[in-house]
C-alpha cells in the first residue's frame, strides 16, 4: 500500500518545480501516515525494521537527488547518512518504537473488562510448534524500553527488570511498568490458590 502511494505522487517528488521542504511535507502527509497505520501492534522482525528503512531511503533520495561529488565532478547518489541529515528528522524505525511505547502505556492502563487488556493479560491455550518462537509484540517493547535505558525510560527499564526477577518497585504505578508488576501479583495469586486447593483436598482424601 506504501508504494502505491509512492508512485502516485512519484512525479510530484522528482519535480523541480516543488520545493524540497513540500516533498518533505507531501511524504509526512500523504506516504507516511498509509506505512505506518497500525504500527503500534506490530511485532517486528529485524528484516522487516531493515525493508522499511530500505522504502523510506528510496523516498528521500528520490526528494533530495543526486550530489555531485567534490573530488570526480560526477553525481553520485547520497549517502543513507546524508539522507537523513538532510531529512532532519526522526526515522521511520523509531516513529514506530515512539508509537508502540505510547500504544503498550495507553492499554497497560486500561480496564480488566476491554479487549485490548485480555488479549495484553491472556495466555492462549495449546502447545507451541516446534522451532524458535516468533518474535512477539512483549518482546519489541521490552527491547524498545532497555534501548531508551539512557533516556527518560530508565526507571520504566528498571522496573519491568525488577518485577522480571521477582521484585517490585514504588513507582510502579502507571505505564507498562505497572502491567508487569501486576502481571505477576496475579500470577503468586493464582499459584498460592492452586496450592490451597490442592492442599485441601489432600485433607478431604485423608481418612
Known amino acids: 500500500m506504501g508504494n502505491a ?4 505522487v512519484e512525479k510530484l517528488l522528482s ?26 501492534t506490530w511485532p517486528l522482525t529485524l528484516r522487516e525494521e531493515q525493508r522499511l528503512r530500505v522504502f ?3 523516498v528521500l533520495r528520490k526528494i533530495f537527488g543526486a550530489k555531485r561529488d567534490e573530488v570526480t565532478g560526477e553525481w553520485r547518489k547520497l549517502h543513507n547518512a546524508e539522507l537523513h541529515a538532510l531529512y532532519s528528522s526522526p526515522d521511520i524505525i523509531r516513529k514506530i518504537k515512539s508509537r508502540r511505547l505510547r500504544w503498550a502505556g495507553h492499554v497497560a492502563r486500561m480496564g480488566e473488562c476491554r479487549n485490548a487488556y485480555r488479549v ?4 492462549p491455550e495449546g502447545k507451541r510448534t516446534l522451532g524458535r518462537p516468533r518474535r512477539r509484540w512483549e518482546d519489541n517493547i521490552k527491547m ?26 514504588r513507582d510502579a504505578t502507571t505505564g507498562y511498568g505497572a502491567y508487569i508488576v501486576k502481571k505477576k501479583k496475579k500470577k503468586k495469586k493464582k499459584k498460592k490458590k492452586k496450592e490451597e486447593e ?3 483436598a489432600r485433607e478431604q482424601s485423608c481418612p
Request: hydrophobic content about 35%; some cysteine; proline content about 3%.
Open 5 to 8: 502511494y509512492y508512485y502516485s
Open 15 to 40: 519535480s523541480s518545480l516543488v520545493s524540497k521542504n513540500l516533498k518533505v511535507i507531501i511524504y509526512k502527509t500523504v506516504i507516511l501516515p498509509v506505512v505506518l497505520y497500525g504500527c503500534e
Open 56 to 58: 523510506e531511503n528510496k
Open 120 to 123: 495484553l493479560v491472556g495466555r
Open 144 to 169: 524498545d524500553l532497555r534501548e531508551k535505558r539512557a533516556k527518560k525510560a530508565q526507571p520504566l527499564v528498571f522496573t519491568v527488570e525488577r518485577a522480571e526477577a521477582g521484585g517490585g518497585n
Open 198 to 200: 490442592e492442599l485441601k
